[in-house]
């Protein structure tokens, strides 16, 4: 049972476009929404995260939105680079379970130059 | 600082052979975890520990043991391999309170023919 479902699950961009990806959980007891970011080769590294208690968060060119009474959260990358090129993975988890992560399938993003 | 290594980066194994896996953390991280990545499937939890001496069972538990007898290590076994264990493995750690941010190892990749 996947309870944090990701889409798409590869992207291509061109360089200077604005990339998107959503993702929608289904235990409304979650807490702590973040994304990872993974190089091929690397373990994955936190990029940014948001609690249900806003509805938005920026941190340069990447934006989580989460609307809460639909279950579902975005990534949005604007100017997107080649460099940026990754797999992303949102992810999902209450700290009363110990913090335990319950990630999305993951979405390869390719940014042409 | 090291952060989170991983031990062996790569190892091939026989259906029925045991090994360990080795995650040291040096920053005095309170919970570990050891999470399986398959292809379309994310990363998923496998077992975890919050504290020296405890583990818990995550979302695949079957076929794998975790030792946590130093707040630093956290040891993943196999005890008889199987095919269904090829996958790359990752550990992370994290702070008790404070963010809930996983810091990620570089990987494990193992076959099992």
């Known amino acids: 049972q996947q309870q944090v479902k990701q889409s798409p699950q590869s992207l291509i961009v061109q360089k200077g476009g604005i990339s998107i990806i959503n993702c929608a959980y289904e235990?409304?007891?979650?807490?702590?929404f973040p994304w990872y970011q993974q190089f091929p080769g690397k373990g994955p590294a936190l990029l940014i995260a948001i609690r249900p208690d806003v509805s938005e968060k920026k941190e340069g060119r990447f934006t989580i939105s989460f609307n809460k009474s639909a279950k579902q959260f975005s990534l949005h990358i604007m100017d997107s680079q080649p460099g940026d090129s990754a797999t992303y993975f949102c992810?999902?988890?209450?700290?009363?379970?110990?913090?335990?992560?319950?990630f999305g399938e993951g979405t390869q993003l390719t940014v042409n130059p | 600082n090291a952060g989170v290594t991983q031990t062996p980066k790569f190892r091939v194994l026989k259906t029925g052979q045991s090994m360990t896996l080795l995650c040291a953390q040096d920053m005095n991280h309170e919970y570990m975890y050891w999470y399986r990545q398959d292809p379309g499937m994310g990363l998923r939890l496998i077992h975890y520990s919050v504290g020296e001496g405890t583990t818990a069972k995550g979302e695949v538990p079957d076929g794998y043991n975790v030792s946590r007898l130093k707040k630093q290590n956290f040891l993943l076994g196999l005890e008889s391999a199987a095919p269904s264990q090829t996958s790359v493995y990752f550990c992370a750690s994290r702070i008790a309170g404070g963010t809930y941010e996983q810091y990620f190892g570089p990987g494990t990749r193992l076959t099992v023919t």
């Open positions: 235990n409304t007891a979650f807490d702590y």
């Open positions: 992810a999902a988890s209450k700290e009363t379970s110990g913090s335990r992560l319950t």
